[in-house]
């Protein structure tokens, strides 16, 4: 196979992230005969849009004249249990998706999956309440604010930790990809999804 391999496309492999969203766009999307074709649609719809009203919170740069409240496109008083809120959410998304696909499969990675999101978000929250004592309040803007001198990283170090390791199993990352781990087993809540709909999970 004389072709160029995925960390030699481009510089350091980043010509491959195009050709890989490329490939996605193209290929042609199916949609399983058994499946629930409405909750099965709708079902990678619900995990992107869970993740945008997530980031809608989020200060991406501070207050200025032109924009008063910020790069923000919320400020809520709240910010940091909306955030986590809306995370939350892409458990229904897994979970609509392992059960429209109609396939037992399927569905035992849809329930793995929606388990270990739900178990490590515990861990999450309570990894984020140091940051928000040191700070006295829950909105985001604040809590940026709070660090111009020193980041919350030093003083919360274990708590950093515990949040690391809680985003990484959130993500299905290695070592905690077993929910998506076609290796090990036949396949996780996207086992019937093709094209963009696999993309957006």
Not at 71 to 88: H, K
Not at 159 to 170: H, K, N, S, T
Request: hydrophobic share 55%; aromatic share 14%.
């Amino acid at each position: 196979q004389d072709r160029l391999g995925p960390n030699r496309n481009g510089w350091f492999g980043t010509l491959q992230i195009i050709a890989d969203v490329i490939k996605l766009l193209t290929k042609h999307d199916w949609i399983p005969p058994f499946a629930d074709k409405v909750v099965f649609a709708l079902a990678p719809g619900a995990a992107g849009l869970a993740l945008l009203l997530a980031y809608a919170a989020i200060p991406w740069a501070p207050a200025s004249e032109n924009w008063p409240t910020g790069w923000q496109v919320v400020d809520f008083n709240v910010g940091v249990l909306y955030f986590m809120a809306m995370t939350s959410l892409a458990v229904y998304s897994i979970l609509m998706a392992g059960m429209a696909s109609n396939n037992k499969y399927a569905l035992l990675g849809g329930l793995r999956g929606a388990a270990q999101l739900v178990s490590y978000e515990v861990f999450m929250g309570l990894s984020l309440m140091g940051v928000v004592m040191l700070t006295g309040s829950f909105r985001l803007a604040d809590i940026v604010s709070a660090q111009q001198h020193l980041w919350f990283v030093v003083p919360q170090f274990l708590g950093f930790l515990v949040f690391l390791i809680a985003a990484v199993c959130e993500s299905h990352r290695s070592p905690f990809d077993l929910p998506e781990a076609e290796q090990e087993l036949v396949g996780g809540f996207h086992t019937e999804y093709s094209s963009l709909k696999f993309a957006m999970f």
